[in-house]
């Protein structure tokens, strides 16, 4: 029990610091709770203004400022917003020197800046914007995929201007004439039910006769028609899809405030919601602090589905995966230090640490199941989330049989680097996002999807273990027990491997089979799959039947993330076949870097090895069946 009290202190005081004080000069509180439609999903305005922020700034938080704070202050109080250097602009270097804005040393960059740079080039990026795809620069790319990210910023911060009382009739002539209080501000809906009575004023205005002299009730009236001109200009911020239809509201089209604002009368549910978010605007413009949690109740009341709001708003603020991968660090970090002063207790508390990462890991995957009521490998940034679970808990249980070390070495060191790849995928935005059609089948990613990414799991570790068995030969080449105890793990993890991936690539034919009419059509996905199989095959068979060694066997073993990568990475970058539904985020480069440093490893560390020992005496032991084999 001892061994555990560090956990829960280390636990305790993590996550106490992970309570960040937010300094925000709005608190958007329990409208984060708000229920909103974006990319086909119902999801709390809390997750919709994480996947925004990170879109502009990259990160979840801002100044201190939780992203639903961040995007209140965007829409309640725009100028002051538009002020804050939100938009970080690490790869768009160019774009911004084309711009002629001064280069921060940040890369940060407030609206205005942009805005403002913008508004002096339009002409140009107007007529860039007309020049075909293939001939622009990747400066110009820049360019464009930046003007189009400050204008979406735009309309996002104008998406409730039509919900401020900002419209005011001071006259009192006016004010009566079109049935208006006058000194008292309506919002944009309410000022539409005079607009009859405006019509006609403005009608009487036409046809006075040029050279009259314009009475008070008459420059009020030009007035309040150039205010409304300035309101109606934000008719095109339908951006933030916030009101819900009456029926069918999981699969039918929300609106946002502007979008059923387009002339015609307002139903009377249509009304209701449009209250609903006016009360809402109302009460934070009197009070920034304010507490909207009963309106934010009464708004979701009228939805007739369920939505898990409390869960994805725990799931949000709970870091989860960050906090996994922390505890994995912390587990590596610790279990170094073990080996240099040799203690045991810290090698059983590193275990320890790797097993909550574990639990952390795997509770976050559980929540993200809850929330999208679906296996948790839609996408590639869920499959990526889940081959770092598998690999760590079968590591895991291998060190809970073995206890050498070997599971724990192998399973942080990939938990960090998988969670770490995970991390840069999920900073793309929500990543709950709905599937496409062809994944649309929960039985399907329940067999053949997880099937095939446990697969992917399983070959990654022999692979590791490969590698842990290439080191310990160069750098402990007297201690052959240990290299046998490693090569038997590779070497039954390799068996485990080969029966996944054969199993979810068959599935997965069958599926073919009954969504396109084909088994197999030799799309890049489908051959990825038969990469990883026939390679690990391969592996296996050169060992059964003698052609490979312990040496050239864990060498071959050594390469087999590569087939891993191409499979999983490397298809989805040729965007072709029916599989192409992964990402095509730039990554060819990373993963030609990692293909080509894992061939110089595995191979280099063979022929050192091999080298090494070639004028020697073979290594010559007995295999576990009694037949004499040699080492290499």
């Not at 006259?171 to 049935?179: R, W």
């Not at 951006?239 to 139903?267: A, F, T």
Request: proline share 3%.
């Amino acid at each position: 029990m001892k061994y555990w009290i560090p956990f829960f202190v280390f636990l305790g005081t993590t996550l106490g610091y992970s309570a960040e004080v937010y300094e925000s000069p709005v608190r958007a509180g329990a409208l984060g709770g708000l229920v909103v439609q974006d990319q086909g999903r119902l999801k709390p305005l809390d997750t919709y203004a994480r996947s925004q922020l990170l879109l502009y700034h990259g990160r979840s938080t801002i100044d201190r400022q939780k992203a639903v704070d961040w995007l209140l202050e965007l829409m309640i109080f725009p100028q002051t917003a538009y002020e804050r250097k939100v938009f970080k602009l690490l790869d768009e270097k160019e774009a911004v020197t084309a711009l002629g804005v001064g280069l921060d040393p940040d890369h940060l960059y407030s609206f205005m800046d942009l805005f403002k740079a913008i508004g002096d080039r339009m002409e140009s990026l107007q007529k860039l914007a007309e020049k075909p795809e293939e001939q622009r620069t990747r400066a110009e790319v820049h360019l464009l995929t930046l003007y189009r990210k400050v204008m979406q910023f735009l309309a996002l911060s104008r998406s409730w201007s039509g919900l401020h009382a900002d419209i005011v009739v001071q006259n009192a002539e006016l004010a009566e004439a079109i049935g208006m209080e006058p000194g008292k501000s309506y919002t944009y809906r309410e000022f539409l039910k005079s607009r009859n009575a405006l019509a006609k004023e403005l009608e009487v205005l036409r046809g006075r006769q040029s050279g009259d002299e314009i009475s008070e009730k008459e420059s009020a009236l030009v007035d309040l028609v150039q205010i409304l001109q300035v309101k109606m200009a934000d008719q095109s911020a339908d951006i933030l899809r916030i009101v819900k239809p009456k029926n069918n509201q999981r699969e039918g089209d929300w609106h946002s405030p502007w979008g059923i604002k387009d002339g015609r009368v307002l139903s009377e549910w249509e009304e209701a919601r449009i209250m609903e978010l006016e009360a809402i605007v109302a009460t934070f413009q009197a009070d920034p602090f304010a507490d909207v949690s009963g309106l934010v109740e009464a708004a979701n009341a009228s939805l007739d589905v369920d939505v898990p709001v409390a869960a994805e708003l725990t799931y949000n603020n709970s870091k989860l995966f960050f906090f996994s991968s922390a505890f994995y660090t912390i587990s590596f970090l610790l279990l170094l230090t073990g080996y240099m002063f040799n203690s045991k207790m810290i090698v059983r508390i590193s275990f320890g640490c790797i097993a909550i990462g574990l639990i952390l890991h795997a509770v976050g995957i559980g929540f993200r199941c809850y929330i999208m009521a679906r296996p948790p490998v839609g996408t590639l940034y869920e499959s990526i989330i889940f081959v770092s679970a598998i690999l760590v808990l079968t590591a895991v249980i291998i060190e809970y049989v073995r206890k050498d070390t070997l599971g724990i070495v192998i399973g942080s060191a990939a938990g960090i680097a998988l969670n770490f790849i995970g991390s840069r995928y999920a900073a793309e935005g929500d990543t709950m996002g709905m599937l496409v059609a062809v994944l649309n089948s929960r039985f399907w990613l329940l067999t053949h999807v997880q099937s095939i990414t446990i697969g992917y799991a399983i070959a990654l570790l022999a692979g590791l273990a490969s590698h842990m068995y290439l080191l310990l030969r160069i750098f402990k080449p007297q201690d052959r027990k240990s290299h046998q105890d490693i090569f038997k793990v590779s070497y039954g993890v390799a068996l485990v491997a080969v029966f996944f991936t054969t199993f979810g690539t068959i599935l997965g034919g069958i599926w073919g089979d009954q969504s396109w009419g084909r088994f197999w059509g030799w799309d890049p996905k489908e051959n990825g799959a038969l990469l990883i199989v026939l390679w690990l095959l391969a592996c296996v068979h050169g060992r059964l039947a003698g052609r490979l060694k312990e040496l050239s066997f864990s060498v071959a073993l050594a390469l087999t993330p590569i087939t891993v990568a191409v499979a999983w990475f490397g298809v989805n970058l040729l965007q072709v076949g029916l599989h192409s539904y992964g990402f095509d985020d730039g990554t060819a480069i990373n993963l030609l870097y990692f293909c080509v440093g894992e061939a110089v490893f595995a191979i280099g560390a063979g022929l050192f090895i091999y080298f090494r020992n070639f004028s020697k005496k073979p290594n010559v032991s007995e295999s576990p069946s009694g037949e004499k084999v040699s080492a290499s």
